[in-house]
């Protein structure tokens, strides 16, 4: 008798599991259904967050969503790898807002320099040395130059050129944002070597044909910080020579320091 109860407790245990899973399947077409008749949970728009460069418009037309399309028929692996795709994202994140939006969260490309294109105008490129494309907001990012070379022409010589002026400016956001920020040229002299120009002073600052350290501008934040402190604008810095730094101020005297 225990037994006939056991098999009728387990077989009305199984019946109600299908019963639940087919209302959860009815429930969803009719929720479906319902949505494409009265026209809710259709797409109205895509939101963007996290753009930096990439407009809201240029976004949702990376995605491929035309406005009507089924907000549940959407597949979210297939907008991520499309937006992905452009050479500025690094990441994107695709998820609804009921009841008719397509939510997108970007990780974008972050840009280290700005270099001549050849033809009058600049290109950003990546801390890797690679050209972004140009798009809508492109010109309001606020980026370092690179001058001497041509990102459209670079060969073995001027692509190591770029290379060093790129470790440069990323050693230099190492040791401070600020001093990152601070400068506004990297150039390469002949004979010279690596050139910077800050911003602040407008202030030309040589380091030689050796490789950059993280030593070097280290010492070069902490002239730059000192002589502010003290009122002092600097027209030149000499780093080329082995612990010593020579500093050249805008009034005329200079000063060797170690």
Wanted: hydrophobic share 45%; net charge negative.
């Amino acid at each position: 008798m225990s037994t006939l109860r056991a098999r009728a407790g387990r077989f009305l245990v199984l019946a109600a599991a299908v019963a639940m899973a087919a209302g959860i399947g009815y429930a969803v077409y009719a929720a479906r259904s319902w949505g494409e008749e009265s026209g809710r949970f259709v797409v109205a728009g895509v939101e963007v967050e996290g753009n930096v460069v990439l407009t809201e418009g240029e976004v949702a037309e990376l995605t491929g969503i035309e406005e009507g399309t089924s907000l549940l028929d959407v597949s979210f692996r297939e907008v991520e790898e499309a937006v992905a795709a452009h050479s500025r994202v690094v990441r994107a994140r695709a998820s609804r807002r009921l009841p008719d939006r397509l939510m997108i969260r970007l990780t974008e490309e972050r840009p280290a320099a700005l270099v001549s294109d050849g033809e009058g105008g600049w290109l950003e490129v990546t801390a890797d040395g690679r050209a972004l494309p140009r798009v809508e907001r492109s010109d309001v990012v606020d980026l370092p130059v690179i001058t001497g070379v041509v990102a459209s022409e670079c060969d073995e010589e001027t692509g190591e050129e770029l290379a060093t002026a790129l470790r440069a400016l990323q050693a230099a956001w190492e040791v401070s944002p600020d001093l990152w920020m601070d400068i506004s040229e990297v150039s390469f002299a002949p004979g010279s070597g690596l050139i910077i120009y800050t911003v602040a002073d407008g202030a030309e600052v040589r380091f030689g044909l050796g490789a950059l350290t993280h030593q070097d501008l280290k010492r070069l934040w902490l002239v730059l910080a000192d002589a502010r402190a003290k009122g002092r604008r600097v027209r030149s810095l000499d780093l080329r020579y082995d612990r010593q730094v020579i500093v050249r101020f805008a009034d005329g005297h200079g000063r060797r320091g170690v």
